[in-house]
Nanobody, 132 residues
């Protein structure tokens, strides 16, 4: 059983919008750090946005002002809202969670960072294609 399940990808024209969703499970719902990554064709996976258990967000420079990350504790869902999409946003998008509770993170003095190595739980990915 997957611990993270993404949905909401698709094909849009440049300037369009999409909202990606990521369902959390008991293994990821209490994660201190959650994030969205993307992997464009032929390129390595890169961080897009991150949100902490205190709802502090970080957004990568290439998407700043266009993308927003949010989490809904009532529905156990992580979101990525994407506006003004561009062809260079075309990629497979993955949600990720560190699986570490906030209390344990404090004991470990562990900070949330938008690096692949910090996240132990990954979704299967959802494709986003933006045409010009």
């Amino acid at each position: 059983q997957a611990n993270l399940v993404e949905s909401g990808g698709g094909s849009v024209q440049a300037g369009g919008s999409l909202r990606l969703s990521c369902g959390l499970t008991k293994f990821t719902i209490n994660s201190d750090c959650m994030a969205w990554f993307r992997q464009p064709p032929g390129k390595s996976r890169e961080g897009v946005a991150m949100i902490t258990s205190d709802y502090i967000t970080t957004v990568a420079e290439p998407v700043k002002g266009r993308f927003a990350i949010s989490r809904d504790s009532a529905t156990n869902t992580l979101y990525l809202t994407m506006n003004d999409l561009r062809p260079e946003d075309t990629a497979m998008y993955y949600c990720a969670a560190d699986g570490i509770t906030p209390s344990r993170a404090r004991i470990m003095q562990r900070r949330c960072e938008l690096n692949r190595e910090n996240f132990g739980h990954w979704g299967q990915g959802t494709q986003v294609t933006v045409s010009s």
